[in-house]
Structures are given as structure tokens and as C-alpha cells.
């Protein structure tokens, strides 16, 4: 009995710390069991958002990679650009439709590497983002590179664009962005790998007009690649700064991602 009693107390006090400090992957998954996500861009895919009790209840079939490159059931929040801002992106949200659209069998791994303030020339070989002391784009192909060991890459969500809202910035964006997505597909050995991108929001547009030109840009890809999808950040609203998206926009976008991720996939097919 006392032994009984002991073992639920144990239990109790488990079930009650955050789950990223005693879980691990199951042993044995297969990698084309375990499908890997790369969560690219600047602050509104990192999360601005304020977390909630949802965005703190991990699903048991969506990991993260976190800082130390370890995976851990993914919570918000999951970036660690700015560790004093960050917040509710729409990475969580994402992986755990993902999750239910799969078979059970299979586990989602999301892999954050955006960047808070990086314009699209941080993306690249050598581009390093002042403000947060990093390589944006050597970071990510480090991590993405390590996550491949333990699954298959399956897409990039990219929502990114505010610091190349510019007149000067603006009519380079289309040949970078299209530059960048063919340079991670060579990185990755995925020559076929979906890529996502999000419009930016209305109310950012709405006081920077060349964020207009890049939603355009950003709208125009999936006519010149049938692998690339683009999403509207149409009806969103903002926490209150007219650039980061609130909470719960932040995971309608996530929705919107997995929706048209998923509808690559089933093209692919």
C-alpha cells in the first residue's frame, strides 16, 4: 500500500514540471517517422505573443529543438532570439495540427531559428545580424543540419519581410528571398522541399507602404514554384505596437501554415 501510494506520488510531482526536463524521444524512431520543420524568419515567426495556458500544454507528438540542440516537447515560448521578448509565434500551432493530420505514428519536430530585427541580407552565408550578435543563416543550417540527424526534413515556414519594408530594401527582396530558398534546399540535399511563406500583417502594412510591395512579392511565388505556398495574414491583429501579431492571431497563423503545408504535401502525393 505505502509503496502504491509512494509510486503516485512520484507521478503527481513528474506530471507537475515542465515537460521539456524529464521526457525524451521515443527509442527506436524511425527518421522518416520523425518529420522536421524549420521555423525561419524574424520576430512574428520567433512569437511576440503573450503565452496562455494552451501555448504551455505540450502535444506528445510535436518536439522542439531548443537552445542547447536537445528535443524537448515543444511549448511556447519556443525561439530564444531576444530571451527578454520573446513570445507566442505560430510554430506550437502549427506542429500540433500537423500532428493530428498525420498518423499517429508519426512525430513533428520543429526546428526555431528566426530572428528578432534580421533583414533578408542576415540569410545568408557570412550575414550577421548586429543586434542579436548572430549568424542567422549559419545558425540555422548548424541546427538544421544536426536536427536531420534524428528525422526527415519535410518544409520551412518563413514569415519575414518588416526590415526590407523600404523603398531602398524592396526591389532586391524578390531575387534574395528566391536566392535564400534555393540555397536551403542545396544545404539540405531536399531540392523538392515545401516552403511556406506569410504575408505580413494588414496593420503593419498600413503605416510602412513598401510592406505592401513585399506581400506582393511574397504572393507572386507559387506561380514560379509549384513547392512554395503562400499565406494570408489577412483579418490578424496586432498587441497593440502595429508590428507583432497578438496571441491569438499568432496561432490562427500557425493554422493557416498547417493548412497550406499540409496541401503541399497532398500534391506531392
Not at 524512431?29 to 501555448?55: T, W
Not at 505540450?58 to 511556447?76: G, I, S
Not at 499517429?104 to 526555431?112: A, K, R, Y
Request: charged fraction near 20%.
Amino acid at each position: 500500500m505505502l509503496k502504491n501510494v509512494l509510486l503516485f506520488a512520484h507521478f503527481l510531482v513528474m506530471s507537475l514540471l515542465p515537460a521539456r526536463t524529464q521526457s525524451v524521444l521515443p527509442g527506436g524512431l524511425p527518421s522518416a517517422k520523425f518529420h522536421l520543420y524549420i521555423l525561419a524568419g524574424q520576430s512574428n515567426m520567433a512569437g511576440r505573443g503573450v503565452p496562455e495556458m494552451v501555448d504551455k500544454t505540450p502535444h506528445p507528438r510535436v518536439w522542439m529543438l531548443n537552445k542547447a540542440n536537445q528535443w524537448v516537447p515543444a511549448t511556447e515560448p519556443m525561439h530564444f532570439d531576444k530571451p527578454d521578448r520573446v513570445g507566442v509565434g505560430p510554430g506550437l500551432a502549427f506542429g500540433k495540427l500537423m500532428a493530428e493530420q498525420a498518423d499517429t505514428s508519426v512525430f513533428i519536430g520543429l526546428i526555431p531559428t528566426a530572428v528578432g530585427g534580421s533583414a533578408i541580407d542576415a540569410w545568408q552565408p557570412g550575414g550577421y545580424h548586429d543586434e542579436t550578435k548572430t549568424h542567422p543563416y549559419d545558425e540555422a543550417v548548424k541546427r538544421v543540419q544536426l536536427a536531420q540527424k534524428s528525422g526527415t526534413l519535410h518544409g520551412i515556414l518563413w514569415h519575414q519581410g518588416e526590415s526590407d519594408s523600404s523603398p531602398k530594401l524592396v526591389t532586391g527582396y524578390r531575387q534574395k528571398l528566391t536566392g535564400l530558398i534555393a540555397r536551403f534546399r542545396r544545404e539540405f540535399e531536399a531540392p523538392n522541399l515545401a516552403v511556406v511563406v506569410g504575408t505580413l500583417g494588414d496593420f503593419y502594412a498600413a503605416k510602412t507602404p513598401s510592406a505592401s510591395q513585399i506581400n506582393d512579392i511574397l504572393r507572386s511565388l507559387p506561380n514560379h514554384d509549384r513547392r512554395i505556398a503562400c499565406i494570408e495574414a489577412t483579418g490578424l491583429t496586432d498587441k497593440g505596437d502595429s508590428t507583432h501579431f497578438d496571441t491569438a492571431s499568432a496561432r490562427e497563423l500557425g493554422r493557416r501554415y498547417a493548412a497550406a503545408m499540409q496541401h503541399l504535401n497532398q500534391k506531392k502525393r
